[in-house]
């Protein structure tokens, strides 16, 4: 019933970012329709999760199937949906005091027009489709980016957009090839016929698949490709830095699911490149983050290597055992569900910490602990689940990836992810012991500042309790993400 | 032809690009934009004097699909051009205020 409604994901956020043009200059307004369009989009999606709901379609035009472009809500689509639209209530939320940090009047106008490229994303099932809502997105991030009065930032963001408008044409390149040799962009018939032509000629389809790669790698920041990504996000104002590193690169990462996990047959070669440069990106993620000094940066490069992480279960997704192969898609998205929440919230708990402290880098900030102990608590809770400590939600995350990667035979991933999860443990550690442990500062117990930023908090407790009852009830989920895999 | 003329703006737009200088930026931009265009342009066939309409035989007419696409990435190439260039302008002058 409510399932056929799933067209109100993009109809949400347009009227959000309309609204917010058309009262451009009333604050508060902004406020309401922002925390109000964003919380619908929330309730429906998780709505349509619990009744189990999903999987009606729309072809646009009333066109046959496989000519028109479908728009399709299943179970992978909801899960994203649910997942994403949480960190636009919770980035809502957050910005409700941090906004007066961005310069740019039309920044809520942005922010919905970001989601609503992100919202369509998630639903469209053609490639081209698929390539027009990653525009949509970027061209919401690019203008994000750039405003400002700060110099450095505007320079990282020019960088930001030479590299994504690369991934972009190479993105749009590969479609134009896969045009070529399939005559179809549709999701379903595309890989009926990719099927078909790995039986005659692999290559192609090696070839197909490794361009459509390199284009999701830039854009998700994998290993040859990282470099723009710890030199933007923590330029940006902290609240913008969260929402971007939470859910921009992992929308590369969902297009490689879609596409590797549903969409290409499975080849050992592919999954040969792709394990090794995930496994890089990894590891060097995080002996990047060993060697900062500041907060953000050090979960900048935790994003690499998270990514990595979520590539080793992307990689399976290309594994020739077809038991293994849905196995690493069901892990995949678990992975990047866990991840999205806490990387968000360890994000938005580094720009409060940053509001109070006027300052970011570990020399100058000690004593949280004692200044605040409720913000100590809201951070351990997923800077452990990033870890993947015992009964958080990103222990049962890897776990499934361990699982997967025994199964396999592929007991070297498995060393590189205890090792890659050690370096995690040894950067959090530096951010705890030097932030929240140690005397207290004096400029510290300012109340007027303390009451200013309940509100964002709020955003935090939001993120804190997803990533909980995720910890609590894991099997809800993982029987969600494998019935999804079948 | 058009294919490799693709090819050929391909190249220049990674020099230019490789250069690292903001003129480099714009011009490797407008190289790498158009290139693309051209190549998925050439996919769907060029041939001159014939039209899809409905119920003429497909072997006349050039693929109206990635023609479509083209047109689509073309407005997505130039807008991100221009945003550029607005930001290579603001860059400028925040230089020149320093």
Redesign the interface.
Known sequence: MIGQYFYLFLVFPLAAAALCLLFRSKKELKTFISLGFSFLHFIVSLLILVSGEYGASIVAGDWPQGIGITLKFDLLSNLMMTVVSAIYFAGSLYFVKARTVEANQNFDFLFHTLFLGLSGAFLTHDL?NLF?WF?VTL?SS??LV?SG?N?LR??A??KY??LN??S??LF??S???V??FTKTLDFSELSIRLHSIYQTNPGVVRLLGLSLFGAFAIKSAFFPFFFWLPESYPKLSPGLSGVFAGLLTKLGLYAMIRIFGQVFPADQQLFNVFLILSVLSLLIGVWGAVVQTKIREILSYHVISQVGFIGIGVSFCMHPNIAIKKFAIAASIFYIIHHIIVKTNLFFIAGLIEMREKSEDLSTISGLFRAYPFLAVLFLIPAGSLIGVPPLSGFWAKLNLFKISIQARELWVVFAMIVGSFFTLFSMVKIWSAAFWGEVSEKQFDQTEKNKSMRPMLACIFLAVITLSLSVAPSWLQALVLEMAQ | MTFYFGCLFLVFGIIF?LRNTLTG?VY??IS??N??NL??LS??GIKENSFPFIGINVAYFADP??QA?VL??IV??F??LC??VA??R??IQ??QD?
Do not use: N, P
Request: hydrophobic content about 65%.
């Open positions: 081209f027009v525009e061209m690019y203008v750039v009065q110099l505007v320079k963001g020019l957009i030479i408008f690369i972009g044409m749009l390149l479609v134009g090839l045009y070529k | 690009l930026y490797g931009i790498l934009g290139a693309v190549i998925v996919t769907g699909l990635t696409l689509t990435a997505i190439s807008a991100t945003f550029v930001v290579i603001k860059i925040m230089e320093l």
